[in-house]
């Protein structure tokens, strides 16, 4: 088994309002309740706004702290699942519901080391 | 090499496995004779080279399955490699994951046995490059376990697209190179030859045996295609005596079982028309009924322009440009070159020679440029321009 990411991207700009975010919740939320029932879900969650991020670099002896995302774009990252299957194939049909779910591009990466289990 | 692969899990492994077996048949087979089935010897020693280096690294986590796997004593004897394994690695060699210009480096490879320099010529990049793409869609095998495995019912016809798109890629890079030769023999019979492969391990699949069939008939007029010069001859001008019969009878009897099937899909339909095309004269009315069904299956700007080809032949080509005026094809040569020769065959000139210029700016094949150019000629040479008559016998191209 190997663990993958999916990472879902979105665009710059407001976010839709709750009469389609509602809709888009309850697909996310039955998406993760089959995942955990298949043993696949590992940890997933949607993040907040771009503007409250944080990064720290390291400079010699210093770390250095800057407001704001890590790469300025048209694109944010906007959520990430992480979710454990037994190859790509079985992975890529997870980040197509989700991509249908969530109307974002979703990416789908490997993880470096095997899922143990 | 598709046993090993599957043995191995892994592309890497599999081929250095396969090279130390050469390298142990090199010192061997010239002192103790050749073994009775080479190839069965090599996959073998290939495979027990596998089986070693699995022993050492069994030790680590996730290497333990896979050194079960090989010492699985039910493993039949290896005599070459099965049917399964070699359409394994066809599914995996062109998974959509992989990008277009990897997935046909990597068929070529693996399953065509071309050399990476052998690829880098046919396709004009450097082996370098040839040989990056290969290692990093291998990579991205292993990494992103892209599975070596035959996909199922549900998945199968969006997949085996994918793989009779790459192969019918191999064939148009050979039959219309973009830049350098104007026709690659080498490319054209490594993709019938793939072609074959599918259909022998996938007989039951009719848009297989419509790839096979579509790629035989054109094959079967390479010799007509062109002159000895590298000249391009247009389908109506060739010297049928050339034409391969026994390739268009293989085609046209493969065209003639994917009917039998009715279940027509796109590389049918193109394999029908060329069949039409073999048998002379050729019945244009068929045509334009084929490319209807063809439109129907896949409404493109591209088959609407083939079909108008056609019906310039049964109707004339004022309705055929008529037709033309609706597609968005601005970038593409054939559309220009079609447009063209319908101008050109209503005595319209001017605007045939503005269409003329306008394929050649998008075409780097020399002999397509050259079939151009003589066009642009012939209009030059006829003067200023006169009304021709339309019903003036002017040759179909």
């Known amino acids: 088994m190997k663990n993958y990411l999916l990472s879902m991207y979105q665009p710059e700009g407001p976010v839709p309002g709750p009469e389609v975010m509602d809709g888009i919740m309850a697909e996310v939320d039955a998406l993760r309740r089959e995942l955990q029932a298949a043993g696949s879900w590992v940890f997933g969650d949607g993040l907040h706004d771009q503007a409250t991020a944080t990064v720290l670099r390291a400079s010699g002896d210093d770390v250095l702290m800057t407001d704001g995302p890590f790469a300025e774009g048209k694109e944010h990252l906007g959520g990430i699942v992480i979710l454990r299957a037994a190859d790509l194939d079985e992975a890529l049909e997870w980040g197509r519901r989700y991509a249908v779910a969530v109307t974002l591009p979703v990416e789908v990466r490997p993880f470096a080391t095997e899922a143990g289990g | ?397």
């Not at chain 2, 096979?212 to 000249?231: D, F, K």
């Not at chain 2, 028309?273 to 004269?281: F, G, K, R, T, Y």
Request: proline fraction near 7%.
């Open chain 2, 1 to 397: 090499m598709a046993v090993l692969v599957r043995l191995a899990g892994d592309v890497d492994l599999a081929e250095e496995a396969v090279q130390e077996a050469f390298a142990v048949a090199a010192e061997r087979w010239p002192r103790d004779g050749t073994p009775p089935s080479p190839a069965g010897w090599l996959i073998t020693t290939a495979r027990n080279t596998l089986i070693d280096r699995h022993r050492r690294e069994a030790a680590r986590p996730g290497r333990q399955a896979e050194a079960l796997l090989l010492h699985a004593p039910d493993e039949p004897a290896e005599e070459g490699p099965v049917p399964d394994d070699r359409l394994r690695l066809i599914f995996t060699c062109c998974h959509p994951a992989l990008g277009e210009s990897a997935r046909i480096a990597l068929t070529l490879r693996l399953l065509g046995g071309l050399t990476t320099g052998e690829i880098a010529r046919a396709f004009l990049v450097s082996e370098a490059t040839v040989a990056q793409r290969v290692v990093r869609a291998k990579a991205k095998i292993r990494h992103a376990g892209i599975p070596y495995r035959v996909p199922s019912d549900a998945d199968l016809p969006g997949r085996l697209s994918s793989v009779l798109a790459v192969v019918y890629l191999i064939f148009n890079e050979g039959y219309l190179s973009g830049s350098g030769d104007p026709v690659r023999d080498d490319l054209c019979a490594e993709a019938v030859r793939l072609g074959r492969l599918l259909a022998e391990l996938m007989p039951d699949e009719p848009e297989v045996l419509g790839l096979l069939a579509l790629m035989l008939l054109i094959h079967s007029r390479r010799a007509a295609r062109v002159t000895a010069g590298g000249s391009l001859v247009l389908l109506a001008d060739q010297d049928r005596s050339l034409w391969d019969r026994d390739l268009i009878a293989e085609g046209q009897d493969l065209v003639r079982r994917c009917l039998r099937r009715n279940r027509p899909g796109p590389y049918q339909i193109q394999a029908a028309v060329n069949a039409v095309h073999s048998d002379a004269p050729t019945d244009w009315r068929q045509v334009v009924r084929l490319y209807d069904q063809h439109l129907a299956l896949a409404p493109t700007p591209v088959v609407a322009l083939h079909r108008a080809v056609a019906v310039a032949e049964v109707d004339g080509p004022a309705a055929a440009l008529t037709l033309l005026d609706d597609l968005d094809l601005d970038g593409h040569h054939l559309f220009h070159a079609v447009r063209a020769d319908l101008l050109r065959r209503l005595g319209r000139d001017e605007e045939a020679g503005h269409a003329y210029e306008a394929a050649l700016a998008r075409t780097e094949n020399p002999a397509e440029r050259e079939v151009l150019l003589r066009r642009l000629a012939q209009i030059a040479e006829a003067g200023p321009p006169t009304r021709r008559c339309p019903a003036s016998g002017d040759r179909p191209t």
